[in-house]
């Protein structure tokens, strides 16, 4: 017998009235088909508190919401607490009181043994970059994924895949002294999003590069950014930071003074 045309999608919901949801025989089609989760905000703090055991209080009552997708400049004079909330995201130190959540992990209630899966689900980029010397940029990015167990035969097209969206395919064989800055940051970059991260972390990444490399730079965050990784930067440049009118999360003394689109500085 010839199989039966398939089913329409939609066809359940005819012949009742417009609106209702429920299905024939009682069912509630909105429960039997749950709506996929929407993604946890990549980063929640809630009145979060980070008093360092010298007694100098980093933090001081911040609470900062970023939604998966978002790109975010993190800025602020020196010793605001931007490096304090980048070490309390990747739990290099735990929060002194209130709630630390990244990617839908509570890093409060985050067992040790769970911490390397949180850094996978996070790409850092730093301002000195943090190559090893004696690797090349392949064996660079590779690492990232070795160090965590991957099977080897998934090692090669995921640094494959990192280094063409960073434009570095053609460099792939040299070691960090045979590049230039901005090829050192690419290559970071690469590294940190190997394992497909949910957030990027970029604490200073133009720090050290001239202008025109920064913008560059600025440019694959932004590309990065548009293909679905949140982003947030911390950063000084107020160049870049003034001229791409995005969320500016600003600190002065540990606390978030201003949180808007906008300038580096205040405007108004
Ligand atoms: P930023 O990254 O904005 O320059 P930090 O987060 O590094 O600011 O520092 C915030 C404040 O906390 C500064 O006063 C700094 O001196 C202090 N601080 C940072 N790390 C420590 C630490 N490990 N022990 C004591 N104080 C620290």
New binding site residues.
């Given amino acids: 017998m010839a199989p039966g045309p398939p089913p329409r999608p939609g066809l359940p919901l005819e012949g009742r009235p417009a609106g209702s949801l429920a299905a024939p025989g009682g069912q509630d089609l909105a429960r039997a088909v749950p709506a996929p989760l929407p993604p946890p905000d990549s980063v929640r703090l809630t009145d979060v508190t980070k008093t ?3 007694g ?1 209080a ?1 933090l001081l009552d911040v609470d900062l919401v970023i939604p998966s997708g978002d790109f975010v400049f993190l800025v ?12 309390l995201l990747v739990r290099d130190e735990r929060a002194s009181s209130g709630r630390v959540e990244v990617v839908g992990h509570d890093l409060g209630r985050m067992r040790r043994k769970d911490v390397p899966l949180l850094r996978r689900k996070i790409g850092i980029v730093f301002q000195d970059f943090r190559l090893l010397p004696r690797k090349t940029v392949y064996e660079n990015v590779a690492f990232a994924l070795e160090v965590t167990g991957t099977p080897r035969r998934l090692v090669e097209p995921a640094v494959e895949r990192a280094l063409a969206l960073v434009g570095l395919t053609e460099q792939a064989r040299q070691r960090p002294d045979q590049l230039s800055g901005g090829e050192m940051q690419r290559t970071a970059i690469a590294r940190a999003m190997v394992h497909d991260p949910r957030l990027i972390i970029a604490d200073e990444p133009t720090g050290n590069l001239d202008p025109l490399i920064s913008w560059e730079i600025i440019q694959l965050l932004l590309r990065i950014n548009e293909m679905g990784t949140t982003v947030m930067m ?1 950063t000084h440049d107020a160049e870049v930071v003034t001229a791409l009118r995005r969320r500016v999360v600003a ?1 002065e003394d ?1 606390r978030v003074v201003r949180d808007e689109v906008g300038g580096y500085h205040r405007e108004y």
Avoid: E, R, W
């Fill in positions: 360092y055991p010298n100098k980093a602020g004079p020196s010793g605001a607490g931007k490096s304090t909330i980048i070490k911390a600190l540990g």
